[in-house]
């Protein structure tokens, strides 16, 4: 098992890091039979989506060679009424590609009450058009509240591995457990996390707050020298590198279970582009380097072509990913984005790969880190919501952390978080004060931890933050609390937390994974923590 580093430590080992040839995971196999459906299915809702941004022709037959479901199947953003249903065919992952001619393909899909589909309550074809990796992002309407689903796609003679899902409640206050996940380098071990998430049946939904690739060169961290879990491709600059990555990743089969068992709410951080990266340049630190404009906007397609997300293809204006999410009479979950709209973070002629002291750029009270438009968005929402719990979901710590030297006396910042921008946030911590039973989640530090919100900026306490750990990228191991009172919980370790939220209060279950290079360890919890409601 490699020995946990720092960020600065991390970060610096990568810069000098060599290209190694690996091999990668293996897909996961999907299951083969023919179109037709049982003369014993009864459908009961049939509908047909042919949204493409080319014009929409007779698909042809599918005669492509290999399993087209080899990136598995996903679900993610479900309302009270509807849910994302998404696969990509690629018979050929190892392929930018995927394997796949330059044609439109129609793609069926099922939608069950049952496992073995005795019912379908809704049935459709969706386009995969050649432009967008032939993805398929379905998103059917009319399905009750609160109620789980399954799922599956259909093309020539494949089936793929069926899915299942579950919708949001439409209302009341019925209890709410979503597992809290973030940083899953394969280069630093297994998603033994993701297969503990995909057999926990009391699950709801799961929320990703970034970093689902990594720009780094191929690294081998293996135990055995094997290069197992290292990058097959060279650092990403364009849509056919970033295309390469996400199906590496798509192939880990606990990765699979967790999307096909879970519909999940997925962000994005700086390592699905580069290090530390803000709206008009890279961070620091930069893998691939390039034209940054052009390797962004190939990036956020790719993104979007690999995750069930609602919202429609990326251009090159930009992407919406900040949303709120309501969980009935529950809860409201306020997701942002702190990379797409952030100017330049301060300091950086002191700093190194964005860790530094102060200076007066810092404290310039223009500086944004979400950008106007959205900063409006948040705080009016968090002012508004009538939710008994209100939960700010920031792909970074909110709370502040002075990651000084031990043993040293001068203050030093992550200056690419909310420390760079406090004035920003001061604005989202007083609109946060406002809301109902606030809470903070968080997740990019690989480090397990839970904060005070408040002090650690001056202020009384405000609320609690939340903070995951990664579920395989390495681990931030040193230990900042002597200088940071505001901390009261923290370990470098791998996992996740799964949190569970009722009327009465917010549990939080930190579970660490024994053996990250066993994708088979057992987790287990190491600590809770429960908040109660006011």
């Known amino acids: 098992m490699p020995r946990p580093v720092s960020r600065r430590v991390f970060l610096a080992g990568a810069a000098s890091a060599f290209a190694v040839a690996c091999s990668g995971d293996d897909a996961a196999p999907?299951?083969?039979?023919?179109?037709?459906?049982?003369?014993s299915t009864t459908i009961l809702n049939s509908t047909a989506s042919t949204t493409t941004t080319r014009a929409?022709?007779?698909?042809?037959?599918?005669?492509?060679?290999?399993?087209?479901?080899?990136?598995?199947?996903?679900?993610?953003?479900?309302?009270?009424?509807?849910?994302?249903?998404?696969?990509?065919?690629?018979?050929?992952?190892?392929?930018?590609?995927?394997?796949?001619?330059?044609?439109?393909?129609?793609?069926?899909?099922d939608i069950s009450t049952d496992a073995d589909f005795a019912t379908i309550v809704s049935s459709g074809l969706d386009v995969a058009d050649f432009d967008y990796a032939h993805s398929v992002h379905v998103e059917p309407g009319n399905l009750e509240p609160a109620t789980t689903y399954f799922y599956r796609f259909r093309i020539g003679e494949y089936t793929s591995p069926t899915g299942r899902t579950r919708t949001l409640p439409a209302e009341g206050t019925d209890a709410f457990r979503f597992a809290l996940t973030t940083c899953q380098d394969p280069q630093f071990g297994e998603y033994a996390a993701w297969a503990d998430i995909a057999a926990d049946d009391e699950l709801d939904?799961?929320?990703?707050?970034?970093?689902?690739?990594?720009?780094?060169?191929?690294?081998?961290?293996?135990?055995?020298?094997?290069?197992?879990?290292?990058?097959?491709?060279?650092?990403?600059?364009?849509?056919?590198?970033?295309?390469?990555?996400?199906?590496?990743?798509?192939?880990?089969?606990?990765?699979?279970?967790?999307?096909?068992t879970h519909p999940f709410f997925t962000m994005w951080d700086d390592h699905e582009i580069t290090d530390n990266y803000w709206a008009d340049g890279p961070g620091q630190f930069d893998s691939a380097g390039g034209d940054f404009e052009s390797r962004r906007v190939a990036a956020y397609q790719a993104w979007w072509e690999h995750q069930p997300a609602r919202a429609p293809a990326p251009t090159?204006?930009?992407?919406?990913?900040?949303?709120?999410?309501?969980?009935?009479?529950?809860?409201?979950?306020?997701?942002?984005?702190?990379?797409?709209?952030?100017?330049?973070?301060?300091?950086?002629?002191?700093?190194?790969?964005?860790?530094?002291?102060?200076?007066?750029?810092?404290?310039?009270?223009?500086?944004?880190?979400?950008?106007?438009?959205?900063?409006?968005?948040?705080?009016?929402?968090?002012?508004?919501?009538?939710?008994?719990?209100?939960?700010?979901?920031?792909?970074?710590?909110?709370?502040?952390?002075?990651?000084?030297?031990?043993?040293?006396?001068?203050?030093?910042?992550?200056?690419?978080?909310?420390?760079?921008?406090?004035?920003?946030?001061?604005?989202?911590?007083?609109?946060?004060?406002?809301a109902a039973n606030p809470i903070v989640l968080s997740g990019d530090y690989h480090a397990s931890f839970v904060l005070d919100v408040g002090p650690g900026f001056g202020h009384d306490v405000i609320c609690p933050e939340v903070m995951a750990t990664a579920i395989s990228s390495s681990p931030f191991a040193t230990d900042f609390t002597a200088a940071n009172p505001h901390v009261k919980y923290f370990v470098g370790d791998n996992g996740y937390t799964?949190?569970?939220?009722?009327?009465?209060?917010?549990?939080?279950?930190?579970?660490?994974?024994?053996?990250?290079?066993?994708?088979?360890?057992?987790?287990?919890?190491?600590?809770?923590?429960?908040?109660?409601?006011?």
């Open 30 to 39: 999907a299951s083969t039979t023919t179109t037709s459906l049982p003369s």
């Open 56 to 109: 929409t022709v007779a698909a042809p037959p599918f005669d492509v060679a290999g399993n087209p479901f080899a990136l598995g199947v996903a679900s993610g953003e479900p309302l009270a009424d509807s849910v994302v249903l998404w696969t990509r065919l690629a018979p050929d992952p190892a392929d930018p590609n995927g394997g796949m001619p330059d044609q439109l393909f129609d793609v069926a899909y």
């Open 205 to 260: 939904a799961v929320i990703f707050t970034g970093d689902y690739i990594y720009e780094l060169p191929p690294l081998d961290f293996s135990p055995e020298g094997d290069g197992r879990r290292a990058w097959t491709s060279p650092p990403p600059s364009d849509l056919a590198g970033f295309r390469l990555r996400y199906a590496q990743v798509k192939q880990d089969p606990s990765l699979q279970a967790a999307h096909s």
């Open 316 to 434: 090159r204006s930009g992407h919406r990913l900040h949303r709120s999410v309501r969980v009935g009479d529950l809860a409201e979950f306020y997701l942002i984005d702190t990379r797409q709209f952030a100017d330049e973070p301060p300091c950086r002629d002191t700093s190194v790969f964005d860790l530094g002291e102060g200076c007066a750029e810092r404290d310039d009270p223009d500086r944004t880190l979400l950008g106007e438009e959205q900063v409006a968005w948040l705080t009016d929402g968090l002012r508004s919501s009538t939710a008994r719990w209100t939960s700010l979901v920031s792909p970074s710590m909110f709370a502040g952390l002075d990651a000084r030297e031990p043993g040293t006396d001068v203050a030093k910042y992550y200056l690419e978080a909310w420390d760079g921008y406090p004035a920003e946030r001061e604005r989202v911590a007083e609109a946060l004060s406002a």
């Open 498 to 534: 799964k949190c569970t939220v009722t009327a009465d209060g917010w549990r939080a279950d930190y579970r660490s994974v024994a053996d990250i290079w066993d994708p088979a360890s057992p987790l287990e919890d190491v600590a809770s923590f429960e908040f109660p409601a006011r």
